[in-house]
Nanobody
Framework: QVQLAESGGGLVQAGGSLSLSCAAS????????MGWYRQAPGKERELVAA???????NYAESVKGRFAISRDNAKNTVYLQMNSLNSEDTAGYYC?????????????????WGQGTLVTVSS
């Protein structure tokens, strides 16, 4: 099937920066949307940023001007550069993608989630 491997995250002081990356692998025909969601304790999962195969980007209002999403289509990888981090950015960050993949039942569209990586911003 399709797997997502996330890296990055960790502990950073307020005002600092972190970078996340997520690589998709498996029986992939095409990757459409790649993005990042986050979920803080006691809160619902929310979209942080997403990027289409054509490079169109969408950001949550709370991260506009601070975060930047990019992707390398040749590597099936999406990146999230996070700057000027504050305590409200503390959350588990989850990679998400929508792909056309080869399955035992032919080509199918799949939505795939990564396992998540923790970002902690200390004040």
């Amino acid at each position: 099937q399709v797997q997502l491997a996330e890296s990055g995250g960790g502990l950073v002081q307020a005002g600092g920066s972190l970078s996340l990356s997520c690589a998709a692998s498996g029986s992939i025909f095409s990757i459409y949307i790649m993005g990042w969601y986050r979920q803080a304790p006691g809160k619902e999962r929310e979209l942080v940023a997403a990027i289409s195969s054509g490079g169109q980007k969408n950001y949550a209002e709370s991260v506009k001007g601070r975060f930047a999403i990019s992707r390398d289509n040749a590597k099936n990888t999406v990146y999230l550069q996070m700057n000027s981090l504050n305590s409200e950015d503390t959350a588990g960050y989850y990679c998400n993608t929508v792909v056309a993949a080869s399955t035992g039942e032919g080509q199918k569209y799949l939505e795939v989630w990564g396992q998540g990586t923790l970002v902690t911003v200390s004040s």
